[in-house]
């Protein structure tokens, strides 16, 4: 049975850090991404992590969250720096046997499975 379980979220002042977590069991990825969600609006893509290591990000992401993976945790991480109040969110981390491009690790539609979400709160 395929699981992944996200941890790591929670209540941090603007300019603070948090590092997310997603542990992957039952499962061997090619590709892994974080989406976020705020309530009335779609997945939005953060940043994923596809092959031996190429990364991609959101604009809003860039230079300021960074996606890695410890394949001996068969574990993916998001830690995220200089948080804003609008980076609250619930976010997913999601998890690919299949996707192996650019393109398609940056889509909700290049993940088979997903994590329960956590939340994110960036305080002003």
């Known amino acids: 049975q395929v699981q992944l379980v996200e941890s790591g979220g929670g209540l941090v002042q603007a300019g603070g850090s948090l590092r997310l977590s997603c542990a992957a069991s039952g499962l061997t990825f090619s590709a892994a991404g974080w989406f976020r969600q705020t309530p009335g609006n779609e997945r939005e893509f953060v940043g994923c992590?596809?092959?031996?290591?190429?990364?991609y990000y959101a604009d809003s992401a860039e230079g300021r969250f960074t996606v890695s993976r410890d394949n001996a945790k068969n574990t993916v991480y998001l830690q995220m720096n200089s948080l804003k109040p609008e980076d609250t969110a619930v976010y997913y981390c999601?998890?690919?046997?299949?996707?192996?491009?650019?393109?398609?690790?940056?889509?909700?539609?290049?993940?088979?499975?997903w994590g329960q979400g956590t939340q994110v709160t960036v305080s002003s």
């Open positions: 999601a998890a690919s046997p299949f996707t192996t491009s650019g393109h398609r690790c940056s889509t909700p539609r290049g993940y088979e499975y």
């Open positions: 992590i596809v092959g031996n290591g190429r990364l």
